[in-house]
């Protein structure tokens, strides 16, 4: 597999991500999209405040909900939205950029967990920056993964992102349990980030979501 030839990362702006998803939204809702998005609002500044500490030779490993990581890792617009109208916004993998997701609950962790173990095996200086939701963040797979490699000294840090959806549950509510593992926990391998957004937990709010 040839590696994109990308010395930096792009300097996108708050306003460049909004307007990639805001055009995703009409399309899907005018229906040239048939298939699952998850689309983001109202994190951009956090996220682009991520990606300071992401560099090219660094992977990215996503959920179902990952456009604006690959476009904040370089990939180009017009390459994610031809994915995304093939009906991949879920799985979009862009292995040459290093950027790669799951639309498996939880997939992605131990995925992550394997590429920082091989790189670490391998002597080299990338490093593996692994999202995830705030419900997959309270399952076992989750804290096994965070446990593994904190013990054994992976080069990979944990991403959790509260939006409050859940696939329509309430995370809090669910485990009875006010704060989250991780919402003030301050682990060296854990950022936790909180936001609010505008859109559902799938669809852009006007087609009918099945």
């Not at 993998?93 to 920082?116: D, H, K, N, T």
Request: hydrophobic share 40%; proline share 5%; aromatic share 10%.
């Amino acid at each position: 597999m040839r590696r994109a030839t990308i010395s930096q990362l792009p300097a996108l702006t708050a306003e460049d991500l909004i307007n990639f998803e805001t055009e995703i939204a009409d399309l899907f809702n005018a229906a040239k999209i048939r298939a699952p998005v998850h689309l983001y609002s109202g994190n951009e500044e956090q996220m682009i405040e991520i990606f300071r500490d992401v560099r090219p030779e660094d992977w990215v490993c996503c959920s179902w909900r990952s456009h604006y990581q690959c476009l904040l890792k370089g990939v180009p617009p017009e390459q994610v939205k031809a994915e995304i109208l093939a009906g991949r916004s879920i799985s979009l993998c862009f292995p040459e950029y290093r950027v790669v997701s799951s639309a498996i609950v939880g997939g992605i962790v131990s995925l992550a967990v394997g590429l920082a173990l091989g790189i670490k095996r391998r002597g080299e200086s990338a490093r593996v920056h692994c999202f995830m939701g705030e419900m997959t963040a309270e399952t076992g797979l989750a804290d096994e993964s965070i446990k593994y490699s904190t013990n054994h000294k992976l080069p990979i840090r944990f991403i959790v992102e509260d939006n409050g959806k859940s696939v329509c549950t309430d995370t809090r509510e669910v485990w009875n349990q006010p704060v989250l593992t991780y919402e003030d926990n301050h682990h060296p391998l854990v950022v936790y980030y909180k936001y609010e957004t505008k859109y559902p937990h799938a669809g852009a709010g006007v087609r009918v979501q099945f």
